[in-house]
């Protein structure tokens, strides 16, 4: 393949990718959902042409993770704080929280009568089937109202946090002792201490860097200290998110010393660039990956009647859980929000993550597409029904 035809591809694919956002804002199709789909067709015209192609599925856990920082960075610039919002913050927490932790036990218990491995495997294979994909969450909530969309941030990147935490601390231990618990505090300690630390110097070098190039540096110090933190076990997604909440909100401390020290002149316009090249750039990573991830996937093997019905089964435990909780921890109407619950890029993330000894072949990742694939196409029939209903209401 030459370099003019990988350029005509990738440009052709970004393209195809606006587009699909442009129908997405129309008909509340999740662009994601488009994208797989593509992927799925380019895999099918390659395998047509016969042309030998790269195997994608060594980078697709890097682009996976650096389209992750971006999304919920970008999610979190968009965040206001305000005393008033301590209530949707507090139910979006219970929510994400219980309802990753009730999502749990069911799968597990689905996954248990499909394998007959042991529960601790189980567990450790339910967890990426619980988590709420940020990724596509946030995208879909655009044109929702703004409480519920701040709702829908909220939940979806506590989802996301809380998800990596108990996946961690499953992976690294194989049994529940009071030591475990112990590293997990400390753990959850340091992290906190190294966002504390990382927003300070971050907003600290925003002001005194006088190069024209500096987003990029900000970005690349976020993923670097994400990265460092991830390989220590640490939940470093609670820096990203704490970090874009901190810069987003830097000016409503009235310290006078933190005043002079650290706000500047230009945070306003920089932010508003910041938070600019985070979507472009989440929009692109995002692009790449889920095209990749459906030309990754064997179609043929969603023929098989038992993955079907599995399938379905953690479909319908995903929803009916999500029903529950949320008319426990979300008040008013909790239409639009319960259709969004997709599973997406984390899950994909958590999934390759599983070591090759607890990895089931019961759960593969044609499983693992099933089940992305369902969540998106019951959230975009949802949000498509919430909107008639509104329409016929207002009508």
């Not at 129908?23 to 593509?38: D, E, G, N, R, Y």
């Not at 110097?201 to 970005?219: A, R, S």
């Not at 987003?248 to 600019?276: C, G």
């Not at 919430?386 to 209401?393: G, L, Y």
Request: charged share 10%; proline share 2%.
């Amino acid at each position: 393949m030459t370099t003019y035809t990988i350029l005509i591809i990738l440009s052709g694919l970004v393209i195809f990718s606006y587009l699909f956002d442009l129908v997405a804002s129309k008909t509340k199709i999740p662009s994601v959902l488009l994208l797989l789909l593509l992927g799925i067709g380019l895999r099918f015209l390659v395998d047509y042409l016969k042309i030998h192609t790269f195997n994608f599925l060594s980078i697709l856990p890097t682009l996976g993770t650096v389209g992750l920082i971006l999304i919920v960075f970008e999610g979190s610039l968009e965040l206001k704080y305000d005393k008033e919002k301590n209530k949707i913050i507090k139910s979006a927490f219970l929510s994400a929280l219980t309802i990753l932790l009730g999502t749990t036990t069911i799968i597990t218990l689905i996954i248990y009568q499909i394998s007959h491995r042991d529960l601790y495997s189980c567990i450790a294979n339910a967890i990426p089937f619980s988590v709420i994909s940020s990724a596509i969450a946030i995208p879909s909530a655009a044109a929702l109202g703004k409480q519920d969309r701040e709702f829908v941030i909220y939940e979806s990147s506590f989802s996301d946090i809380l998800g990596i935490i108990i996946f961690n601390f499953a992976i690294t231990n194989h049994s529940i002792t009071t030591s475990a618990f112990i590293g997990l505090g400390l753990s959850t300690f340091l992290i906190i201490l190294l966002s504390a630390i990382a927003c300070v110097v971050l907003l600290y070098i925003m002001g005194k860097l006088v190069h024209h190039i500096k987003f990029f540096l900000i970005i690349s110090i976020l993923i670097l200290v994400y990265a460092i933190g991830q390989s220590y076990h640490l939940s470093s997604l609670v820096l990203i998110l704490s970090t874009g909440l901190f810069l987003n909100n830097a000016d409503t401390i009235q310290n006078a010393w933190f005043r002079s020290v650290f706000l500047y002149k230009n945070l306003t316009a920089d932010l508003s660039q910041l938070y600019q090249l985070s979507a472009e750039s989440a929009f692109i990573l995002r692009t790449f990956f889920f095209v990749i991830f459906g030309f990754t996937m064997n179609v043929n093997e969603l023929n098989n009647l038992p993955i079907l019905g599995n399938g379905l089964f953690i479909l319908m435990a995903i929803f009916v859980i999500r029903i529950v909780f949320l008319k426990a921890f979300k008040a008013g109407n909790i239409s639009p929000i319960l259709y969004i619950a997709p599973r997406g890029l984390i899950s994909i993330l958590l999934y390759f993550n599983l070591p090759a000894s607890l990895k089931m072949p019961e759960v593969g990742t044609s499983f693992l597409f099933l089940v992305v694939l369902g969540t998106s196409i019951f959230m975009t029939l949802g949000l498509m029904l919430s909107k008639r209903k509104a329409a016929e209401t207002a009508a």
